[in-house]
């Protein structure tokens, strides 16, 4: 085969090895695959550790299986620290212990111990979990040989955090700083003193010089020093002398604590359930502290651990499995007396007979009396089922907790509180195989005891009736003084029921008593406000107004305010229909099931309703088809309501104006609605059987509706003058862009200040922007200011709306272009009246329908009244039209004048 051929599988498998390494290195927290190796030589390799990519936690849990030796040695990462085996339960791993030592003819040696910052330490401090605070290693410093100093070295400082001397003399003369001195050769101090959290340290052992140790028993020059470390724990006293005097290390180990480090607490780490290392159910999660930590907040990571009565990893799913001690049913054979102290399960002697190791007792046998023992040391005196172990401390021990069911625990205390497991009810139920409340009658009740350690568990009691041992199967049994206790009970409840019922009724009777006082009152109450207000709304006025007027089929109806808010379900705020500078208008339906509009104005001066009274009676005699038609008013409040016809389908301004894509109104939809709002304008104006000036003509103010039919609305701001009368002096009042030049300068407010408002509502028709309007650049631009100059420049077309260009004619945008100038003269006197604006848009609809050879409908009388005007009107609206085009206006005052005018 040629090289060739080899060489294009040969880079798809190194790249694939690549793929798969980063992969695996950013997906660190993946389970073991599958085929990873399970052991080295004889050793278990348990997870978190693994050999290899994709085996392993984190790489700080790379281990190295060297093949150099027969067994293999297991190595940690691919240092020289062999691993002996691992405990899963207290999170330790066992390695050879490490040593130094000095020949007779040796005067200093030391050894590094260099752990890479790896989450492993030899001395490190507590580990607190809900259910035990305890050390997790026992790792001392031992020296054996004559006249020696062992320091403990700070790699990274050269600083001492650690000494040990012996001297072989009948006096000590060294002037040494010593954490331990012995006089025949030995010495040794516990690595928890030794308070570093550096992982990079060394020791250093050293001879005592001979002016030192002048009279030294032994001589320098002929002993062998050694100095080591080691597992108290986990090594015998004969295992240590068999290292001592032969160098054999078989039983002797030392231990590394390991920690996980991706979180600083439990608490943080269960808030990413992706990356929490304790994976099994059954497990549970403890701190760990630093050996120098001095506040309990000083934490480093946690560890994991499987929960009491079970077994095996708690870092992987289903890892932790039920103990092979676990017992949840006695055996028969079991002993239940030790002396006079009654064993009741789950305590028990002997395995098969306690529900696990934690409730395990000893009987000795050879006291007199026998005396039952909790721990080896701690002599029972009681055993309560009801969760309280009661015994004597022997005054030469402390007592203190490994993992274990017991909650709490004071210094020189005779009693603990136990607990059956570290669950709550609803938790432990769901396990039926551990489940602890065995007997049919039993319940299960949680658990809160402090001490010194605070925990949540659960404990088991038989139900009322029962008194017995809840623990085991028919162990509650019928409590014969309970039927007893029942009657006595019964008649304790019957008398507390009698006297219960009656104080309730009495209270009950008065409580109904003050409610129903309170309603008539707060009814009656009402009542009177509303009267009150319906008198100073001059209510009785405008009746009498509505019933002596002629117009007996257009009578407008005064409503109650019962009505109203039943129509609005009390004004909710779901049925706004809008808000405004005049106030808010409401969707309402009547008792007849007509929806109307129930406009709530803001509150106005007593002074001015009068005026209102007038306008309701004037308003209630318009009648128009383009104009919203007043039904009616609520005077029962302080602020009168107004009752107008629904129209559904919005403004004429939420037409035009589209947030996003472009206006569906059509061309001829807005020269029909532009002519249907001007005759309802020319209406108000000359029309109605009393001047009616709109005052705030916008976009926003036409409704549309189901059929795009223009219903002009909003008359809060309306004024009314007599016939006699072209103008009147009033407070200045509009909406910016809209608003005439000529009424902000005099406040004399004209129909002429209308005729000026429509000629916005023209342009905004023509060019569908808005008064104010900003570019795509985000310029603010003003239409009216930007209208006449394109029009001078020839470059009106820029401005017209793309849809009005496509669909309308150039002598129909020149004429309207024309219009809107005269309509938007600065002098009101220069602008035509809303009947001559009606009669050209009528014109302009009526030669385009001409064209397109489509009727104008009948039927409006109005509009036929208006196309048959005289022709002298006509003509002097077309001249005064044509004249436009020579004329120039200085629109910039008007500008100015709009936008210093806040609305």
């Given at each position: ?214 009279n030294s028993m032994i001589s320098n020059n002929t002993s ?466 009393i001047s009616i000036f709109h005052r705030d003509v916008k ?205």
């Amino acid at each position: 085969m040629k090289f060739t051929d080899l060489l294009l599988p040969l880079t798809i498998l190194l790249i694939s090895m690549e793929s798969f390494t980063s992969w695996a290195t950013e997906n660190e927290n993946i389970f073991p695959l599958s085929n990873c190796s399970k052991t080295c030589g004889d050793i278990k390799i348990e997870y978190p550790f693994g050999i290899g990519v994709g085996c392993y936690r984190t790489v700080e849990f790379n281990l190295t299986c060297a093949y150099d030796s027969d067994p293999p040695r297991l190595l940690l990462g691919n240092d020289t620290i062999q691993v002996r085996n691992f405990n899963m339960e207290k999170g330790l791993v066992y390695i050879e212990p490490p040593y130094v030592t000095l020949n007779a003819d040796a005067y200093m040696n030391s050894t590094s111990i260099d752990l890479k910052n790896l989450p492993l330490s030899f001395n490190l401090g507590l580990m607190y979990s809900r259910t035990s605070i305890e050390l997790m290693s026992f790792n001392n410093l031992y020296v054996a040989g004559c006249n020696a100093t062992a320091n403990i070295l700070d790699v990274s400082t050269n600083g001492i955090i650690g000494v040990c001397s012996t001297i072989c003399s009948s006096r000590n003369t060294s002037t040494t700083k010593q954490i331990f001195m012995s006089d025949n050769g030995y010495c040794g101090f516990d690595m928890f003193d030794v308070k570093t959290n550096k992982n990079s340290w060394a020791i250093q052992l050293t001879r005592l010089n001979e002016t030192e140790n002048e009279n030294s028993m032994i001589s320098n020059n002929t002993s062998s020093i050694i100095a080591l470390i080691y597992d108290e724990e986990s090594s015998s006293h004969d295992d240590l002398q068999k290292f001592i005097n032969n160098r054999n290390k078989t039983g002797l180990t030392a231990t590394l604590a390991w920690y996980i480090n991706d979180y600083p607490t439990c608490k943080e780490a269960r808030k990413r359930s992706d990356t929490y290392a304790c994976r099994s159910h059954r497990s549970e999660c403890s701190d760990v502290f630093p050996e120098d930590s001095l506040y309990w907040n000083e934490t480093i990571g946690y560890n994991c651990r499987c929960s009491l009565d079970y077994d095996g990893n708690p870092y992987l799913p289903d890892g932790c499995k039920l103990g092979k001690n676990f017992t949840s049913t006695p055996a028969k054979d079991c002993q239940t007396k030790c002396g006079n102290i009654t064993i009741s399960f789950p305590f028990g002697l002997k395995k098969g007979c306690y529900r696990g190791e934690g409730f395990a007792l000893t009987c000795n046998e050879t006291s007199h009396p026998p005396t039952l023992l909790f721990g080896d040391y701690y002599v029972v005196s009681k055993i309560s089922l009801q969760g309280k172990l009661e015994f004597n401390i022997p005054s030469y021990f402390d007592f203190s907790f490994r993992q274990s069911y017991f909650t709490s625990s004071k210094e020189n205390m005779i009693s603990i509180n136990w607990v059956i497991d570290y669950q709550s009810c609803n938790d432990a139920e769901k396990d039926a195989t551990t489940f602890a409340c065995m007997d049919a009658h039993s319940i299960c009740v949680n658990v809160n005891d402090t001490g010194n350690i605070q925990d949540m568990g659960y404990r088991c009691n038989c139900s009322d009736g029962y008194i017995g041992n809840p623990y085991l199967q028919d162990g509650c049994k019928e409590d014969p003084q309970y039927e007893a206790y029942l009657v006595s009970r019964k008649k304790t409840l019957l008398l507390g029921v009698l006297l219960g019922a009656s104080i309730g009724i009495g209270f009950l009777l008065l409580c109904i008593t003050w409610v129903i006082l309170r309603r008539k009152w707060k009814s009656r109450n009402q009542k009177k406000i509303r009267q009150r207000n319906f008198h100073e709304n001059h209510g009785l006025l405008l009746q009498q107004i509505i019933f002596t007027t002629d117009y007996a089929d257009e009578k407008i109806n005064i409503f109650s305010l019962e009505e109203m808010e039943k129509a609005t379900n009390n004004f909710d705020e779901t049925r706004v229909l809008g808000k405004g500078g005049h106030g808010t208008v409401y969707k309402g339906i009547l008792s007849d099931q007509r929806i109307v509009a129930i406009k709530k104005s803001k509150i106005v001066r007593k002074s001015e309703i009068d005026q209102f009274i007038n306008e309701v009676a004037i308003l209630s005699q318009i009648s128009h088809r383009n104009i919203v038609k007043l039904l009616g008013c609520c005077l029962e409040t302080d602020v009168p309501l107004l009752i107008y016809e629904f129209v559904s389908n919005g403004t004429l301004s939420d037409h035009l104006h589209i947030l996003q894509g472009e206006s569906k109104l059509s061309w001829d939809d807005r020269l029909r609605i532009a002519t249907e709002s001007a005759g309802a304008l020319a209406y108000l104006h000359s029309a109605a059987s009393i001047s009616i000036f709109h005052r705030d003509v916008k976009s926003s103010n036409i409704l549309l509706d189901d059929t795009f039919r223009a219903k002009v609305s909003d008359f809060g701001a309306s004024r009314f003058i007599p016939l006699n009368q072209t103008h009147i002096v009033t407070a200045i009042h509009g909406t910016f862009g809209y608003l005439d030049p000529e009424y902000y300068q005099t406040s004399q407010l004209t129909e002429k200040s209308d005729v000026y408002s429509f000629g916005v509502i023209l342009l905004e028709i023509l060019t569908g922007k808005k008064p104010a309007y900003s570019t795509k650049s985000g310029l603010p631009q003003n239409l009216t200011m930007n209208f006449l100059p394109a029009t001078r420049e020839n470059m009106l077309y820029d401005l017209v709306e793309d849809r009005v260009l496509q669909e309308g004619t150039e002598h129909e945008i020149l004429e309207i272009s024309n219009l809107i100038k005269i309509c938007l003269s600065l002098k009101g006197a220069e602008r035509p009246t809303m009947k001559e604006v009606e009669y050209k848009l009528q014109d302009i609809r009526k030669a385009r329908m001409k064209k397109k050879k489509v009727c104008i409908p009948e039927g409006n009388e109005e509009t036929e009244r208006l196309l048959t005007m005289s022709s002298y009107s006509s003509s002097e609206l077309m001249d005064q039209i044509n004249q436009e085009n020579s004329r120039n206006y200085s629109f910039e005052k008007e500008v100015m004048w709009s936008q210093n005018y806040p609305r």
